[in-house]
């Protein structure tokens, strides 16, 4: 089962920041916290992730609050083409035994003109 | 990720025929996996491989199979398909880096259809 909860849909507009929150209260000090999207049907895409720095890409930023039970994703101007499920995973260090990304139900975010 | 292809992009077939779905790399990872997802789910596991002469089981292996020809390639099977493996399925790459993090990169997927 996801380690996370994000809500099930946000809106935002164009051009403005997209602020996308996730819960990860059961967090462990060796888990990372991994952000991707997918657009449509497309494959998942990486966005970001971080362990307790707050981190910046060229995509966007995540801010991981002191305690680590939580993160924000900030996309900061929008556009049509950020509409997509956005999704938050916590992942052992070294991908764990399996490696695998437990995918949850994702925040479907679509921004809007 | 033009890095990471799949072929088929999408396929029709019918009950009980054998199938197989191929990816490649070009990112030189050593970790590969396969993921299947159905329509309003996330991904799930079904096999993965973390080099060359590794094969493991993921969480719904059975009817499918698997091949790591060589670093960069990680074929998927179907011996028998069945309408119930309609799905989209994706392959991915990873490898670890410094610090721990372990970043999977997606291919575009291939929607397959059994009749």
């Known amino acids: 089962d996801a380690k996370t909860t994000q809500p099930t849909s946000m809106d935002c507009a164009e051009g403005r920041a997209a602020n996308l929150p996730c819960n990860h209260s059961?967090?462990?000090?060796?888990?990372?916290v991994y952000w991707y999207r997918q657009i449509h049907s497309q494959g998942p895409q990486y966005i970001i992730h971080?362990?307790?720095n707050n981190e910046t890409n060229e995509m966007a930023s995540l801010i991981i609050t002191e305690d680590r039970k939580s993160s924000t994703l900030i996309l900061p101007h929008a556009t049509l083409r950020d509409t997509a499920v956005y999704y938050c995973?916590?992942?052992?260090?070294?991908?764990?035994?399996?490696?695998?990304?437990?995918f949850g139900k994702g925040t479907k975010l679509s921004v809007k003109p | 990720d033009a890095d990471v292809t799949q072929t088929p992009r999408n396929r029709i077939t019918k009950t009980g025929k054998r199938i197989m779905l191929e990816c490649s790399q070009t990112?030189?990872?050593?970790?590969m996996y396969w993921y299947r997802q159905d329509p309003g789910l996330g991904l799930r596991l079904i096999y993965y491989?973390?080099?060359?002469?590794?094969?493991n089981k993921g969480e719904i292996s059975d009817g499918y199979s698997v091949s790591r020809q060589a670093q960069a390639k990680f074929s998927l099977s179907l011996e028998s398909a069945i309408p119930n493996q309609t799905a989209l399925y994706f392959c991915?790459?990873?490898?670890?880096?410094?610090?721990?993090?372990?970043?999977?990169?997606f291919g575009p997927g291939t929607r397959l259809t059994v009749l």
């Open positions: 491989s973390f080099d060359v002469k590794d094969i």
């Open positions: 971080g362990l307790k």
């Open positions: 991915a790459t990873s490898d670890l880096q410094f610090g721990g993090s372990d970043t999977q990169y």
């Open positions: 059961t967090i462990s000090g060796n888990e990372y």
């Open positions: 990112k030189g990872h050593d970790r």
């Open positions: 995973i916590v992942s052992p260090l070294y991908g764990g035994s399996q490696g695998n990304l437990i």
